[in-house]
């Protein structure tokens, strides 16, 4: 990862505070539930499974058949006119995968839009309701059994996709999105040209308006949560114990001598030591990662 200046993670992390909440947020912790909003999946037969973080974390795992998949609530709320998502993604095959797929009202067989995995690669594909033509934003190279964040927008004329904070792909989108009034769905299509996802999602978001640049960092940048894309993920944390600075260099200070775990983006546990109060972090590799305290919910750290 890049290095990152002090002053943009802290305008990140703290200039969008005010940020208006999703219409849906999934963290999969335990269940399939909305929890801002009450909008719950119906699940088929996908599983729960422990997040790569430890703790009480868990992700939902796709086995890539017909079946697994997930569906949303049919309601009008989740069918905006503009539209941003953000989803935390493993891809685990290179066989082409549909990750997110809403269906177009127009053509029985055909998607309003898509996030998918093909050719080793993220797409956010719109297709246009009246001429069949589409808008399509393609990734770099993802590598298998790695957890990306996506982000995906759409402006009322464009689409815009975002891996790990950074926008790969625009493409220029004149036209609504054409929804189906079925359900949008997640790990599949739930047609007959459906191709299922082999792979995990976490902490997937719905928002009716445009999010920014600074809003989908923020989304990656705080550690998988339910909460507003803007409002620190340590204000969601229930857990007394408070670790500072946030970026760190140097060592990492907690407010109390606790059991500390550090794990890298994928899952890679750095560090783990029990009852310290002061912990060494210059030998970690720099970036993002994640400290669980005392067995809690996994939070953000930045390594600078």
């Not at 037969?45 to 569906?71: E, H, K, M, Y």
């Not at 290179?94 to 177009?104: H, L």
């Not at 996802?197 to 705080?222: C, W």
């Not at 550690?223 to 969601?236: E, K, Y």
Request: one cysteine or more.
């Amino acid at each position: 990862m890049k290095k990152i200046s002090t002053f943009f993670l802290v305008a990140v992390l703290l200039g969008t505070a005010m940020a208006q909440a999703p219409l849906a947020c999934y963290s999969f912790d335990g269940n399939y539930n909305d929890a801002l909003n009450g909008r719950h999946l119906s699940n088929t037969t996908t599983t729960l499974v422990p997040g790569p973080w430890g703790g009480v974390d868990s992700v939902c795992q796709f086995n890539a058949t017909l079946s697994s998949i997930v569906r949303l609530p049919k309601t009008a709320a989740l069918r905006p006119a503009l539209l941003s998502m953000s989803v935390w993604v493993k891809p685990e095959s290179t066989e082409p995968q549909y990750i997110i797929f809403q269906k177009n009202r127009q053509a029985a067989n055909h998607e309003g839009f898509v996030l998918a995995f093909i050719d080793t690669a993220f797409k956010f594909i719109k297709l246009s309701p009246d001429s069949g033509k589409y808008s399509n934003c393609q990734s770099g190279k993802v590598e298998l059994n790695n957890w990306s964040h996506v982000g995906m927008v759409f402006t009322g004329d464009s689409i815009r996709l975002y891996v790990n904070a950074v926008r790969v792909a625009a493409d220029k989108s004149a036209f609504p999105i054409e929804y189906d009034t079925t359900s949008m769905i997640l790990g599949g299509s739930g047609v007959s040209f459906n191709l299922p996802f082999h792979g995990a999602l976490n902490n997937l978001k719905i928002y009716d308006r445009v999010l920014t640049p600074a809003e989908i960092s923020t989304d990656y940048f705080q550690h998988p949560g339910c909460v507003t894309a803007g409002i620190a993920r340590q204000n969601a944390v229930s857990n007394a114990i408070n670790m500072f600075p946030n970026p760190a260099r140097d060592f990492l200070h907690l407010s109390a001598p606790s059991h500390v775990d550090i794990y890298s983006v994928n899952g890679k546990k750095l560090y783990s030591q029990n009852q310290i109060q002061t912990v060494p972090v210059h030998h970690l590799p720099r970036g993002l990662c994640f400290v669980r305290i005392n067995s809690g919910k996994a939070r953000s750290l930045i390594l600078e």
